[in-house]
């Protein structure tokens, strides 16, 4: 499956983006979906994922409340909606597909990736 993210840019702390994965390939209903970011100098950390059907969902400590993500499985569409953004939410932003029935918020569990998105948060 290919993986391409979009939505980053430039924000206020305290505004809004929306991050956009479109995927391409197997059956979207397939795979379970997550962001994750990487912030300069730092590893890759695990952000959201959602399941299969959506049914169910998982956060980051840091970003609960915060963020929510979403998937619309008709057009092959995972979002990230994030809120209430601080200058410690810039990074790089990933996408990720894996497959099996669980949500992982470890990247050792995600085959396909996306290229990134760079959401940047001045203060």
């Known amino acids: 499956v290919q993986l391409q993210a979009s939505g980053g840019g430039l924000v206020q702390t305290g505004g809004s983006l929306r991050l956009s994965c479109a995927a391409s390939g197997r059956p979207f209903s397939f795979f379970v979906m997550g962001w994750f970011r990487q912030a300069p100098g730092k590893e890759r950390e695990f952000v959201a994922a959602i399941s299969r059907y959506g049914t169910n969902t998982d956060y980051a400590d840091s970003v609960k409340g915060r963020f929510t993500i979403s998937r619309d499985n008709a057009n092959n569409m995972v979002y990230l909606q994030m809120s209430t953004l601080k200058p410690e939410d810039t990074a790089v932003y990933y996408c990720?597909?894996?497959?099996?029935?669980?949500?992982?918020?470890?990247?050792?569990?995600?085959?396909?990736w996306g290229q990134g998105t760079l959401v940047t948060v001045s203060s």
């Open positions: 990720a597909a894996g497959s099996g029935d669980s949500i992982y918020s470890t990247t050792v569990n995600y085959d396909y």
